[in-house]
């Protein structure tokens, strides 16, 4: 059975940094893709970025130059560094891995809270 935990949410003050970590189970992912999302109250799942099995990366623009999407396919763990951190940020961030278009498997969730 997959399973991915999120881990590094918490409340953190507007321009700090957090990391969070996806540690994925029951599955070797190195051939998948791996990605992040959000979901703040009241609003739909938001892409913010990917990673493919080769490397590549994909962000949306709200998080360009502010998030940075890694991988360590020996220890099938992902990171999501997010550093300048807004307000706006706030929200449940899910990682998520892929084989081909849709994304198969996902975590539940950690919270991360910008205060101002």
């Known amino acids: 059975q997959v399973q991915l935990v999120e881990s590094g949410g918490g409340l953190v003050q507007a321009g700090g940094s957090l990391r969070l970590s996806c540690a994925v189970s029951?599955?070797?992912?190195?051939?998948?893709?791996v990605g992040w999302f959000r979901q703040a109250p009241g609003k739909e799942r938001e892409f913010l970025a990917d990673?493919?099995?080769?490397?590549?990366?994909y962000y949306t623009d709200s998080v360009v130059g502010r998030f940075t999407i890694s991988r360590d396919n020996a220890k099938n763990t992902i990171y999501l560094q997010m550093n300048s951190l807004k307000p706006e940020d706030t929200a449940v961030y899910y990682c998520a891995i892929r084989r081909v278009t849709q994304y198969d498997y996902w975590g539940r969730g950690t919270q991360v809270t910008v205060s101002s």
């Open positions: 990673m493919t099995w080769s490397g590549g990366t």
């Open positions: 029951g599955r070797t992912f190195s051939t998948y893709t």
